[in-house]
């Protein structure tokens, strides 16, 4: 989708980081920006910078697919189509798996999982439909390496890069692109957002004295946005901000070739038929 002049996009999670980064990437490219966040106050702030007139703030709680439906049901009402969706919302805890909450796995897969799946399931028809539109999942560098404390988090994470993956190829002859975004450390307010919007009824109230990421020195989230939306314009599908992960990443993935290898030492090949 190179022409993105006049189009719309819908960002949730767009008040602040990288929701907002991309939020002003795409309103910078020409495109009408529906600026999404649980947080209607932050989601008015940036629409008042945007200027009114391109720009729209909507209260949206992506753990709802009602709710996601009801942003579908807005933006189609306010600037009649849609074509660029970006799930971005997402919430972050340090826990270790051993004496995680089952409310803090319940909070992350609400927000983190099914905000995914919900603006999947909402938009997506629309998308196909009108054979023209991309979405952008943000996952996070968590989806493509792992470790503690932040197990419950890549668990999600991988979750939406195993989706994405999974949809690029279901809609690749639909005129629909997909992309997922993996960042490494941006410098947005992920951790203190995460326990200022968590419901009481998932709050485990278990301080788990786990070191979060060090997101202050991270990387601007308009600097997200702009790859984002260079993504958008060129197909691309992994969007990775950070090159300082290279070696982990290969470090995993050669395990996993390894073991494959291993496989057809002991076993011989197996391909084709049963074992």
Partial sequence: MQDLDGKVAV??????????????????????????????????????????????????????????????????????????LCNNAGVWIGAMMHDADIKDWQYLINVNLYGVIHGVKAFLPLLVAQGEGHIVNT?????????????????????????????????????????????GLVNTNLITQSFKVRPDELDSGIDHQQAAPDVANGISPLAVGGQVIDAVREGGFYVITHDDYRDIIAMRHDGILAALDAHTQRYGSTSGRAV
């Fill in 11 to 84: 960002v949730t999670g767009a008040g602040s980081g990288i929701g907002e980064g991309i939020a002003r990437a795409a309103a910078s490219a020409g495109m009408k920006v529906v600026v999404a966040d649980i947080d209607m106050d932050k989601a008015q702030a940036v629409v008042a910078d945007l200027g009114a007139d391109n720009a729209m703030a909507y209260k949206v709680d992506v753990s709802s697919l009602a709710s996601v439906e009801s942003l579908r049901d807005a933006t189609l009402e306010r600037f009649g189509a849609v074509h660029l």
């Fill in 139 to 183: 996952a996070s560098m968590g989806g493509l390496i792992s470790g503690p404390p932040e197990g419950l988090y890549t668990t999600t994470k991988f979750a939406v890069v195993g989706l994405s993956e999974a949809l690029l190829m279901e809609v690749a002859d639909k005129g629909v692109g997909v992309s997922v975004l993996c960042p």
